[in-house]
């Protein structure tokens, strides 16, 4: 219930950035991860883990040998994962999704084999969303996968001329009702 109050004060704040009033459901969380493979995966991104509903998840599917960066550009869920979350997979970066590039470099990490987006790509400029969704396919092994939510199809056109392939599945299961593309590179 306090991360619900504190996920609509955030929104309240800066609407186009958080992009949703309460956090997503664990039916969402399920969906968007259910094409890892976790046994193989060795580097998972998020981008936009607000109060970590995806995260936890994250951490619970993820091999011991893993490492998991996590973009988070607001100050109050940035603080508040830094404070919960004391795993030593995690690298926790206080910082915007399109320096995603950077960081894998500066950590020695090569590729990633999975980037998980909860970034509401939507409601960003075009300058921004495109330079995210390319970094993000750039910073992807061969055969890794994308995988972003988003309320409406309206993004289908552009996050399909980006990627290879894409599917998409629905949930009803989620305030608002959600799609998963899964992006394959
Ligand atoms: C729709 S919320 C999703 C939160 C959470 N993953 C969930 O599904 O409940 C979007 C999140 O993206 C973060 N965000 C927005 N722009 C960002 C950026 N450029 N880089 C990193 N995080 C960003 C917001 O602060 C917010 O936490």
Do not use: W
Not at 42 to 60: A, C, H, M, S, Y
């Amino acid at each position: 219930m306090r991360q619900k109050k504190n996920f609509i004060g955030q929104f309240l704040q800066n609407k186009k950035m958080i992009g949703s009033m309460v956090p997503s459901s664990r039916f969402l969380a399920k969906k968007m991860l259910e094409n890892i493979n976790f046994k193989e995966a060795k580097v998972i991104v998020e981008l936009g883990p607000g109060t970590g509903v995806f995260t936890d998840r994250l951490l619970e599917l993820m091999r011991p040998e893993s490492t998991l960066l996590i973009f988070e550009l607001n100050d109050t869920f940035y603080n508040q994962l830094a404070n919960r979350i004391d795993d030593p997979r995690v690298h926790l970066i206080h910082d915007s999704a399109e320096c995603l590039g950077e960081y894998l470099t500066n950590l020695g990490l090569e590729k990633a084999d999975a980037v998980i987006s909860s970034l509401p790509l939507a409601n960003f400029p075009k300058l921004l969303r495109d330079k995210i969704l390319e970094v993000s396919k750039q910073s992807l092994s061969t055969g890794g996968k994308f995988i972003q939510f988003q309320y409406s199809l309206q993004s289908k056109k552009v996050i399909s001329t980006k990627f290879e392939g894409v599917k998409i599945a629905f949930t009803p299961l989620n305030f608002p009702p959600a799609f998963v593309y899964t992006c394959y590179k």
